[in-house]
């Protein structure tokens, strides 16, 4: 590797948004996706870290049910809040920093669905470049 770091970029689900309202909705769909992956065996070590050992046969069980709109409702907030940041666009930058400042080089970030919003993401982005990354370049 001729004696440089590798590079570590994080993709993980951010809950976002422009507005509060925003990112409220982004908040329901990603809790959603979250609890369906972690009903799954390849997430069980994820949940025994965090010591919510009863959470993976809840959720096995809600699906077994076929209530799937109780799937998202069975993962509580402080669950939610543990793996995946949320906030307005607005806040993106401090929350980037807080979660992966010094600890990864990039952040995948995705844009927003309406392309006329692409700018103002853009400024959004740009803002965050300079949080110091893994190896001191822009985490983002």
Do not use: C, K
């Not at 329901?28 to 369906?36: E, H, K, M, P, S």
């Not at 949080?131 to 985490?139: D, E, K, L, V, W």
Request: charged share 25%; aromatic share 8%; net charge negative.
């Amino acid at each position: 590797n001729n004696g440089r770091s590798p590079i570590v970029d994080v993709a993980i689900p951010f809950a976002t948004g422009r507005t509060d309202a925003d990112v409220d909705a982004s908040r329901l769909r990603q809790r959603g996706v979250l609890a369906f992956l972690l009903s799954t065996p390849a997430y069980s070590s994820t949940i025994e870290l965090f010591g919510w050992d009863e959470l993976g046969p809840e959720l096995r069980r809600v699906i077994r049910s076929g209530d799937w709109s109780a799937l998202a409702t069975t993962i509580d907030d402080e669950q939610f809040d543990t793996l995946v940041p949320s906030g307005t666009w607005s806040e993106l930058p401090g929350i980037i920093a807080d979660w992966f400042g010094g600890l990864a080089d990039g952040v995948l970030l995705q844009p927003p669905e309406d392309p006329h919003l692409d700018d103002e993401f853009a400024e959004i982005v740009e803002s965050t470049r300079p949080i110091p990354g893994r190896n001191h370049r822009s985490a983002t």
